[in-house]
């Protein structure tokens, strides 16, 4: 194929081809089917996937993914089945540093908190993305991959008609971080948003060091009393519907 020019190297990704033949596909070639070969485990998360959702109008420069630390996460690559391996080694993943230019920003995370995403094809190939709900407890999780708490905190504000909060809860509860609920169930208050598991939520929230809207942030004396938590940031951004 090579020879009858019908297939090309990618600039910067050597082991990688693109089929340049007319009627094997027609467009530009996405820079994320490229970041699902050389990893096909990975999940887009955190900002490139509040911009997939149209939960925030940032333009990011580079690509947020989340990927199993024990790389696989019991995933296969994408539109393939367990049956498609019987016998064959699975590819190998590779963490790129960039992506036909663009940087690559990744967390991993372990196994049993590696869930909550699902796939999608919108543009004619599928792309495995968090869904809304995990792509916001994300946000709060790690903002610094998220564009910041300000896109996060909007963010939130954006989605109040879109997540299922069944959804939304289960996966709070999974993970198991008792701040994470304080966090969660502080925005879900100021936004109007009830659930029968907040209260309880709101029972179990103790003061701490910890107790803080955002953990990279300090320590700040403003206090919500309802969940003990520090608001340590300003949550302007999750109220203005015109930010």
């Given at each position: 194929?090579?020879?009858?020019?019908?297939?090309?190297?990618?600039?910067?990704?050597?082991?990688?081809?693109?089929?340049?033949?007319?009627?094997?596909?027609?467009?530009?070639?996405?820079?994320?089917?490229?970041?699902?070969?050389?990893?096909?485990y990975a999940v887009l998360s955190h900002l490139s996937a509040l911009v997939f959702h149209g939960?925030?109008?940032?333009?990011?420069?580079?690509?947020?993914?989340?990927?199993?630390?024990?790389?696989?996460?019991?995933?296969?690559?994408?539109?393939?089945?367990?049956?498609?391996?019987?016998?064959?080694?699975?590819?190998?993943?590779?963490?790129?540093?960039?992506?036909?230019?663009?940087?690559?920003?990744?967390?991993?995370?372990?196994?049993?908190?590696?869930?909550?995403?699902?796939?999608?094809?919108?543009?004619?190939?599928?792309?495995?993305?968090?869904?809304?709900?995990?792509t916001l407890i994300d946000g709060l999780s790690t903002p610094g991959m998220s564009g910041g708490?300000?896109?996060?905190l909007r963010a939130w504000q954006l989605g109040r008609e879109l997540i299922d909060l069944d959804?939304?809860?289960?996966?709070?509860?999974?993970?198991?971080?008792?701040?994470?609920?304080?966090?969660?169930?502080?925005?879900?208050?100021?936004?109007?948003?009830?659930?029968?598991?907040?209260?309880?939520?709101?029972?179990?929230?103790?003061?701490?060091?910890?107790?803080?809207?955002?953990?990279?942030?300090?320590?700040?004396?403003?206090?919500?009393?309802?969940?003990?938590?520090?608001?340590?940031?300003?949550?302007?951004?999750?109220?203005?519907?015109?930010?």
């Amino acid at each position: 194929m090579r020879v009858r020019q019908e297939i090309r190297s990618l600039p910067g990704h050597s082991r990688l081809y693109e089929v340049i033949v007319p009627y094997a596909r027609q467009g530009f070639l996405d820079e994320r089917e490229v970041l699902f070969e050389m990893h096909p485990y990975a999940v887009l998360s955190h900002l490139s996937a509040l911009v997939f959702h149209g939960l925030t109008t940032d333009q990011p420069k580079g690509l947020t993914m989340t990927v199993s630390a024990d790389t696989t996460g019991g995933l296969f690559p994408i539109s393939t089945t367990p049956r498609d391996w019987e016998g064959v080694i699975r590819p190998t993943a590779t963490i790129p540093a960039k992506v036909l230019g663009r940087p690559v920003q990744a967390k991993r995370v372990k196994p049993a908190s590696f869930f909550g995403f699902a796939d999608y094809e919108p543009h004619g190939f599928t792309m495995r993305y968090t869904v809304p709900e995990r792509t916001l407890i994300d946000g709060l999780s790690t903002p610094g991959m998220s564009g910041g708490i300000n896109t996060v905190l909007r963010a939130w504000q954006l989605g109040r008609e879109l997540i299922d909060l069944d959804v939304l809860v289960y996966q709070v509860e999974r993970i198991g971080v008792a701040v994470l609920r304080q966090r969660v169930g502080f925005l879900l208050t100021e936004l109007g948003l009830m659930h029968p598991r907040l209260e309880e939520w709101r029972q179990t929230a103790h003061r701490g060091g910890s107790s803080r809207l955002v953990g990279s942030e300090p320590f700040a004396p403003t206090y919500d009393d309802r969940w003990n938590l520090s608001i340590n940031v300003p949550i302007s951004a999750l109220h203005d519907s015109a930010s």
